[in-house]
């Protein structure tokens, strides 16, 4: 069966800081793997994807993951932190066919002045 | 485009009454729908997914007489919770995604029940 652990619950950067959010999947084939962001009472929204090629994926907001095979990871990265990314983040992944989801328990960002 | 709404975005119901959420994929056509729930500070789990026309498949442990799913049109879904009581109180988000595929799901901005 497919999972998602992301190790950190809370993290706290200061903003204009770098950040990197840490997710590992177990899956036995290549998986498709998601970020998606969460604001408090609001549903969630694709940061960005993978699927295939390129290990280095770019979404929005200036955030990038990479898929690192060997270590079974996805981590999310931004260079430069806005206090307007505040919220919850979710790693997923998804099997073959698409068909279903499996989210991590997610990490929340805090970002302080 | 690809926008996923939800109605209504907040209720307040009496338990033993049942509530009906609506999930609309508002500029394409879908397919496949997917209905989560998630409890504060907690991940989404996956309730049940269901295809146009056909029955709702459920998660291991989600009560399918309890949780009525039905997906009339390629547009919505809607999900049904019966004789609600108060441990059913959460958010529930719905996400569709379009035909073909592999695609990603587009996610609704979500339902807050709450049962008195």
């Known amino acids: 069966a497919q999972s998602v652990t992301q190790p950190d619950i809370h993290i706290t950067v200061s903003e204009g800081a770098s950040l990197e959010l840490r997710c590992n999947y177990s899956?036995?084939?290549?998986?498709?793997l998601f970020w998606y962001v969460q604001s408090p009472g609001q549903g969630l929204q694709l940061l960005l994807k993978?699927?295939?090629?390129?290990?280095l994926v770019q979404g929005i907001k200036g955030f990038e993951a990479e898929f690192k095979r060997s270590q079974s990871s996805f981590n999310l990265r931004k260079p430069s932190v806005h206090w307007s990314d505040a919220a919850e983040y979710f790693c997923?992944?998804?099997?073959?066919?698409?068909?279903?989801?499996?989210f991590g328990t997610g990490t929340k960002l805090q970002v302080i002045p | 485009g690809a926008v996923v709404s939800q109605h209504p975005s907040w209720v307040i119901c009496k338990s033993g009454t049942s509530v009906k959420i609506e999930c609309r994929s508002l500029?394409?056509?879908?397919?496949?729908m997917f209905w989560y729930r998630q409890f504060p500070k907690q991940s989404l789990m996956l309730m049940a997914t269901?295809?146009?026309?056909?029955?709702?498949?459920?998660e291991q442990g989600v009560e399918k007489d309890k949780f009525l799913i039905n997906h009339a049109s390629l547009t919505l879904s809607t999900l049904t919770v019966t004789s609600a009581h108060p441990e059913d109180s959460s958010f529930y988000i719905c996400?569709?995604?379009?035909?073909?595929?592999?695609?990603?799901?587009?996610f609704g901005p979500g339902t807050r029940l709450t049962v008195t």
């Open positions: 996400s569709a995604s379009r035909a073909g595929g592999p695609g990603e799901q587009y």
């Open positions: 899956y036995g084939a290549t998986p498709y």
């Open positions: 993978y699927f295939s090629g390129d290990t």
């Open positions: 997923a992944v998804a099997s073959g066919g698409y068909q279903k989801v499996t």
């Open positions: 500029d394409f056509q879908a397919t496949t």
């Open positions: 269901s295809n146009e026309g056909s029955k709702a498949t459920y």
